[in-house]
């Protein structure tokens, strides 16, 4: 089911009652407009974006493109590693090491450790960070982007290019309290995980979605870029439905997004008799988990990883390359330093782009309407005075 959301109520619209409103239909809030944009565009730069109905901006948890640090092949990676934030620990023993293969810059993150003693064994060789948020939340926006390299395998497959007719592998995992993960009691979501078929879902209760509505959007040949906004209903988080919203993009498989407002995203009624989730998370691990068939060679590669948690969250500045944002096969995610209604000040992540000669920027605001794509392949004036560019 593909669904599209209206935005929140202006404070002008709550104002004039909920009888008017209701006599007067739905109300639909203007998108985001971009009108300019100041600085040279760059990976790494510090861009203005003027125009209106930006709305309030998000709170950036972690951003890393994996650019710091040693980048040596199998090399440790650095809880330091972030361009934005940093990574609380290390979820296991073993350490997330540097892949030469990566969707921006020239290294990226794989997620099982070769120096482990058994390093076809999760148990011993998942390589994975875990990211304390700032404070509880019922809200968060993550995307990312995640590789095969040719000649190894999906987690738990034998034969590279195959996915395995089972569970074994949860690519990122938002649970509450250091034993959420577990589900008794506790929210916990995988965004995604692949049992056999793709699914949004937790150990709290059944699958909260089936991707279906996605269609065959795993790349073996492209990297795959994976965003999910979840967002509960602020005065009943368990119960009320909430909003999900779920978007895969690669070059070859193309734009796929799904929009859901019929269920919490901490799943309300839980299965397997486990007592009600608790309707909040408070941190993150990356991946969550992979386990289950044959590891031997599975190095599955991360890039690009941005998280944002709080108010706001689906707020966010990106890169596409197609003047329209559902067109965009490759989507580069961008970390703001100030925001306000009308203005936008940002560090450029270029991600995989190195030409923007035919590329486009588009603000997104925190009910997740999207504004007209603006061209940025041409000159730009510098900065307004006061603003410092890298």
Not at 27 to 46: F, H, L, R, S, W
Not at 99 to 112: E, N
Request: glycine content about 12%; charged content about 15%; some cysteine.
């Amino acid at each position: 089911m593909r669904l599209e959301r209206i935005g929140g109520l202006s404070a002008v619209a709550r104002s004039l009652g909920t009888a008017a409103l209701i006599a007067s239909g739905p109300v639909c809030i203007a998108a985001p407009a971009v009108t300019g944009i100041a600085g040279n565009i760059a990976d790494g730069q510090t861009i203005a974006i003027s125009g209106s109905n930006f709305g309030g901006g998000p709170t950036v948890v972690v951003f890393d493109d994996f650019e710091s640090g040693d980048g040596s092949d199998s090399q440790p990676i650095p809880l330091t590693s972030p361009e934005v934030g940093k990574w609380s620990s290390y979820t296991t023993a073993a350490h997330p090491t540097y892949s030469s293969y990566a969707r921006s810059g020239k290294h990226g993150f794989r997620i099982t450790d070769p120096t482990a003693s058994d390093p076809g064994n999760p148990n011993v060789s998942m390589g994975s960070f875990t990211e304390l948020l700032p404070g509880e939340t019922t809200e968060f926006f993550v995307a990312y982007s995640f590789f095969v390299p040719p000649g190894t395998t999906f987690p738990g497959a034998s034969t590279p290019g195959t996915l395995p007719p089972f569970s074994s592998w949860k690519a990122f995992w938002m649970f509450d309290g250091p034993t959420g993960f577990t589900g008794k009691g506790q929210a916990d979501l995988w965004a995604p995980a692949w049992a056999g078929f793709w699914q949004l879902g937790g150990n709290s209760g059944a699958v909260l979605k089936n991707l279906g509505p996605l269609g065959d959007w795993f790349s073996f040949k492209n990297w795959n870029r994976f965003a999910v906004w979840a967002k509960a209903n602020a005065s009943a988080p368990v119960r009320s439905p909430g909003t999900i919203f779920v978007q895969a993009t690669s070059l070859d498989k193309g734009h796929s997004e799904s929009t859901w407002s019929d269920r919490s995203p901490f799943q309300g009624p839980t299965a397997f008799n486990n007592p009600p989730s608790s309707g909040k998370w408070d941190r993150f691990t990356v991946p969550g988990w992979y386990g289950s068939g044959d590891n031997t060679h599975n190095q599955m590669t991360y890039d690009d990883i941005y998280v944002a948690a709080g108010p706001n969250a689906a707020a966010r500045v990106e890169i596409g390359d197609a003047p329209t944002y559902k067109g965009s096969r490759t989507l580069a995610i961008s970390t703001p330093q100030t925001w306000s209604d009308d203005k936008i000040v940002f560090t450029l992540r270029a991600g995989p782009f190195t030409d923007f000669s035919h590329a486009y920027l588009y603000v997104v605001d925190a009910n997740n309407n999207v504004s007209k794509g603006y061209a940025i392949g041409g000159p730009q004036p510098n900065p307004p005075e006061g603003i410092s560019v890298k």
